[in-house]
């Protein structure tokens, strides 16, 4: 078994990120997760990442996404998303990790406005289209639990129905 740890826990401590690695790899972690966002990372930080992982001897296991757009009602939203999670598909090719973590967030408005059916199967169709990018690069999507009532994926069943 490997114990690993977000990079995000270091960041939010204001700290940078080679300094981060190199603590979690001194805690004794053995793999680490990234939350970056490809399209907000500059190429300096974008190669700083995997290099402070190699050196550490730290595999990167999961690249972290958190996309609620891909169950907004609004089509130019979706697109934007569905884009958007190619990149982060992308990064997790280059950084050679072995899967994308995929948050699809929550429901909106409280389940009143748009029923709930409609954006679950918003979230099924573009992860089936978020699915055939991820095949091509022969990388996994793992998709989060999350333990909030609103949450599309918030208890085991629902993880079940939604990926069969």
């Known amino acids: 078994m490997r114990l690993g ?24 972690f053995d ?18 990442i995997p290099q402070e992982c190699a050196r550490h001897g730290l595999p990167i296991v999961s690249i972290c996404c958190v996309a609620t757009g891909l169950i907004d009602f609004n089509p130019s939203v979706q697109r934007f998303h569905l884009d958007r999670c190619k990149a982060y598909l992308d990064l997790v090719y280059e950084y050679e990790a072995q899967n994308l973590l995929l948050v699809l967030g929550e429901y909106i408005w409280n389940q009143e406005v748009i029923p709930p059916a409609d954006q679950w ?3 099924v169709e573009n992860l089936k289209r978020l699915g055939d990018h991820a095949d091509k690069l022969g990388i996994d999507i793992a998709l989060e639990l999350e333990p909030f009532p609103l ?8 993880m079940v129905e939604f990926t069969t």
């Open 121 to 123: 199967q918003m979230a």
């Open 31 to 48: 793999s680490i997760d990234i939350f970056t966002d490809p399209l907000d990372i500059d190429i300096r930080e974008r190669r700083l």
């Open 5 to 28: 740890l977000i990079n995000s826990a270091w960041a939010q401590a204001g700290r940078e990120t080679a300094w981060g690695i190199a603590k979690t790899k001194e805690l004794g």
């Open 151 to 158: 949450s599309l994926l918030n208890n085991v069943d629902r």
